[in-house]
């Protein structure tokens, strides 16, 4: 089992930056691959970004390639989402998971454990 949490969201202007964590506890994190995923209302949930195991690959939605940046601290056992130059169209709620299947990054199916998720909201 994989307990998340996140943190960081709330209200920010556009053009503003935010800090996402997501700590983990329970089974090893440093095993596994981690992503961030987001969920605005009326739209299904969407792929943000997703770095592995050990920190050195990363991958991101287009929509927000440039802008946000996602890093692990293993020794923390926390997954970070730094986010600048927010727009409106980030407002969700944003979760972060852990990838146990062998799917693409990508592809929510391979995520197993969630957190609760964290509300950031982007007013323009």
């Known amino acids: 089992q994989v307990q998340l949490v996140e943190s960081g969201g709330g209200l920010v202007q556009a053009g503003g930056s935010l800090r996402l964590s997501c700590a983990a506890s329970?089974?090893?994190?440093?095993?596994?691959?981690m992503g961030w995923f987001r969920q605005a209302p009326g739209k299904e949930r969407e792929f943000v970004a997703a770095?592995?195991?050990?920190?050195?690959?990363?991958y991101y939605a287009d929509s927000v390639k440039g802008r946000f940046t996602i890093s692990r601290d293993n020794a923390k056992n926390t997954l970070y989402l730094q986010m600048n130059s927010l727009k409106p169209e980030d407002t969700a709620v944003y979760y972060c998971?852990?990838?146990?299947?062998?799917?693409?990054?990508?592809?929510?199916?391979?995520?197993?454990?969630w957190g609760q998720g964290t509300q950031v909201t982007v007013s323009s």
């Open positions: 998971a852990v990838h146990i299947g062998s799917s693409a990054y990508s592809d929510s199916i391979g995520y197993e454990y």
């Open positions: 329970g089974r090893t994190f440093s095993s596994y691959a």
């Open positions: 770095i592995s195991w050990n920190g050195r690959r990363t």
